[in-house]
């Protein structure tokens, strides 16, 4: 039964390493998850967002006015004293009709901003935090053991 021993330990053996292999895969998609993941949380590159900008807005359309608004003043504004520059009502139909757009904007890192609950600016008025670091440490990502 010597044959059948060795091939049973070359199969045990195979094994433990396809398990290593499993290991390293599940590290990796979860490396490339978190990856992705923090890749969200960053905003869209600016230079991209503001030609976008231009060809996006319909002229004439509430957002283009709000765009060249704040254009215009050359800081974020609230949506309440918007909607009184554009000459709109200021009711709650307006307000969150308005908020909602502009927030979708923002969110998706296009046009506008959001720089405080119903304040809005647009994204070529640059950030005014610190600006990060662009790049990863050379460390980011490795296991330590």
């Known amino acids: 039964m010597g044959l059948r021993e060795n091939f049973q330990k070359m199969i045990d053996k195979k ?5 290593g292999l499993e290991m ?3 590290e990796a998609s979860a490396y490339i998850q978190a990856l992705q993941d923090s ?5 869209r590159d600016i ?3 503001a030609s976008e900008s231009e060809h996006t807005l319909r002229e004439g359309s509430t957002l283009a006015k709000t765009r060249d ?7 974020p504004m609230p949506i309440s004293e918007i909607l009184k ?9 307006h307000r969150i009709s308005l908020a909602g757009t502009l927030s979708g904007y923002a969110k998706k890192g296009r046009v506008f901003t959001r720089t405080a609950p119903n304040t809005f600016g647009l ?15 050379e460390e980011f990502g490795s296991m330590t053991q």
């Not at 094994?15 to 398990?19: D, G, L, S, V």
């Not at 520059?85 to 200021?90: A, E, S, Y």
């Not at 994204?123 to 440490?137: C, R, Y």
């Open 24 to 26: 390293q895969l599940r």
């Open 69 to 75: 608004l704040l254009r215009h003043s050359g800081v």
């Open 15 to 19: 094994q433990q390493e396809i398990r």
């Open 39 to 43: 890749m969200k949380l960053l905003p």
């Open 47 to 49: 230079v991209n967002s």
């Open 123 to 137: 994204v070529e008025f640059g950030s005014t935090e610190p600006a990060a670091e662009e790049e990863l440490p």
């Open 85 to 93: 520059l554009l000459g709109q009502p200021q009711d709650k139909k």
